[in-house]
């Protein structure tokens, strides 16, 4: 009886002892880090610390940091809670910028059973960057921001203004600035187009909306930074109707000059006549045949416009030049053609029945078979054939006359023959000769 009662007691007791020994056989798990609180407190640092342990009820957790110039001593900072709630510690300090800081933990779970984090470590205080400006505009897109809603509309030629908001919204930091740009003329600033911010502050900007034609007109707003995060708005308007007194937009004629020539014929001038509409006119010229045209030019009201392109024709043949144009949202062109020729003898006319410029887009152009615009010219044009005829005609006559004295054989009749052919090919080849005179008299006569 007394033996088992001797073995409970040592039971007992080897409870009490033992096992709280066995508890803290082990070390604990501590570590420790650092890190800026935020980037507006450039010098001020956090510390934090944790540690861990199988019996949760650590002795004791220190973090040691050396402050600037305490020698070789660190002071005991900060002893934290051991609630496990409240883990991990943290202990704040300020330090100038430059300040090297050197810093360590322990944790102790019990009698001699203590970890800590050594070799110490050290790190420099820095200012963290200024804070980067950032541009924020209201409204904003997706979706696209809406000048009119159904069944509203802006006629063409009246207007509607909406504001936009601009504002930096950093706390601190370098100013902002940049402009605003439209890519359609449609929507546009109504005043100042510029905005320069500080931290924090805003502005607004006055787009309005000015449609040029009929139906919807969609665009972007681009507000432009020296931070380089441009903010591109998509917007959108209904435009209807048409401008008092305003007729649609038209290219009523195109001229060439030259508009013949020897080939290769160059430096040809082309102008356009326009009429209606308002606004800049956008010219594209192309000097012959069909594709991409050869020049864009913008014109700012007038009623016609000389291109500076100038087109060029280095083989004969006849040309077509289309003129292309767009005011207001409405596009119209027109044509017209040039004739480079093989001969650097003048011409008249506008070309031959054979060789006749036919229009673009189908149908059948008859041109003037005679080449001629005028009596006169139509004599001269009838004496140039006459002359072409005779010149190939002469040299076979006397040919024929020679051949005939040759074969003659002293037959009078022959000769007769021959003599009379030589005679009046020469007489009529004189009188073709002489008829340019006659073209002359009739120009002075009719005054042509």
């Known amino acids: 009886m007394q033996s088992k009662a001797t073995f409970l007691f040592f039971s007992f007791f080897a409870v009490l002892f033992f096992v709280p020994l066995a508890t803290y056989a082990h070390e604990p798990n501590v570590s420790v880090?650092?890190?800026?609180?935020?980037?507006?407190?450039?010098?001020?640092?956090?510390?934090?610390?944790?540690?861990?342990?199988?019996?949760?009820?650590?002795?004791?957790?220190?973090?040691?940091?050396?402050?600037?110039?305490?020698?070789?001593?660190?002071?005991?900072?900060?002893?934290?809670?051991?609630?496990?709630?409240?883990?991990?510690?943290?202990?704040?300090?300020?330090?100038?910028?430059g300040t090297t800081i050197e810093y360590?933990?322990?944790?102790?779970?019990?009698?001699?059973?203590?970890?800590?984090?050594?070799?110490i470590r050290s790190f420099t205080v820095v200012a963290a960057p200024p804070p980067t400006p950032r541009l924020y505009v209201t409204p904003a897109s997706p979706p696209a921001v809406k000048f009119t809603e159904p069944p509203e509309t802006v006629a063409v030629g009246?207007?509607?203004?909406?504001?936009?908001?601009?504002?930096?919204?950093?706390?601190?930091?370098?100013?902002l600035f940049g402009n605003v740009s439209s890519s359609?003329?449609?929507?546009?600033?109504?005043?100042?187009?510029?905005?320069?911010?500080?931290?924090?502050?805003?502005?607004?900007?006055?787009?309005?909306?000015?449609?040029?034609?009929?139906?919807?007109?969609?665009?972007?707003?681009t507000f432009g930074n020296n931070a380089g995060n441009p903010i591109a708005v998509n917007v959108t308007g209904d435009g209807s109707g048409v401008r008092e007194s305003e007729s649609p937009f038209r290219i009523s004629s195109v001229a060439v000059n030259p508009t013949e020539g020897a080939a290769p014929l160059n430096n040809v001038r082309i102008t356009a006549e326009y009429s209606g509409g308002s606004g800049t006119v956008e010219l594209k010229l192309r000097c012959q045949g069909s594709g991409t045209f050869d020049a864009t030019e913008n014109?700012?009201?007038?009623?016609?416009?000389?291109?500076?392109?100038?087109?060029?024709?280095?083989?004969?043949?006849?040309y077509t030049v289309t003129v292309s144009g767009t005011r207001g949202g409405v596009s119209d062109s027109n044509y017209t053609t040039v004739r480079a020729s093989s001969s650097s003898a003048p011409t008249?006319?506008?070309?031959?029945?054979f060789d006749c410029p036919q229009p673009e887009g189908g149908g059948i152009k008859i041109c003037n078979p005679l080449q001629a615009d005028s009596f006169t010219d139509l004599i001269d044009n009838i004496l140039g054939f006459i002359f072409m005829i005779a010149s190939a005609l002469v040299?076979?006559?006397?040919?024929?006359?020679?051949?005939?004295?040759?074969?003659?054989?002293?037959?009078?009749?022959?000769?007769?023959?021959?003599?009379?052919?030589?005679?009046?090919?020469?007489?009529?080849?004189?009188?073709?000769?002489?008829?340019?005179?006659?073209?002359?008299?009739?120009?002075n006569i009719l005054g042509t």
């Not at 944790?107 to 070799?119: E, I, K, L, N, V």
């Not at 008249?348 to 029945?353: D, E, V």
């Open 33 to 97: 880090f650092h890190s800026p609180i935020s980037p507006n407190s450039e010098q001020t640092v956090d510390f934090f610390t944790s540690a861990s342990h199988t019996n949760p009820n650590l002795t004791s957790l220190v973090i040691y940091i050396k402050p600037p110039g305490s020698g070789e001593r660190f002071s005991d900072e900060t002893s934290c809670s051991l609630s496990q709630s409240e883990l991990p510690c943290v202990t704040r300090g300020p330090w100038p910028e």
């Open 184 to 221: 359609d003329p449609a929507f546009g600033c109504s005043g100042q187009c510029n905005y320069s911010l500080g931290p924090g502050s805003q502005q607004n900007i006055t787009i309005k909306f000015s449609p040029q034609r009929a139906g919807p007109t969609d665009a972007v707003i």
């Open 158 to 175: 009246g207007w509607k203004n909406l504001v936009f908001t601009v504002q930096n919204t950093a706390s601190g930091g370098p100013s």
């Open 299 to 318: 014109v700012v009201g007038g009623t016609e416009h000389t291109f500076a392109r100038t087109c060029n024709y280095p083989t004969a043949g006849g």
């Open 395 to 443: 040299p076979l006559m006397v040919v024929l006359a020679g051949f005939l004295f040759v074969t003659g054989g002293g037959n009078p009749d022959k000769i007769k023959q021959a003599k009379n052919i030589l005679l009046w090919t020469v007489i009529g080849f004189t009188i073709i000769l002489l008829s340019g005179g006659l073209v002359a008299l009739l120009q």
């Open 104 to 119: 360590y933990a322990i944790a102790q779970a019990g009698p001699g059973h203590f970890a800590d984090t050594r070799p």
């Open 348 to 353: 008249t006319g506008t070309g031959g029945f």
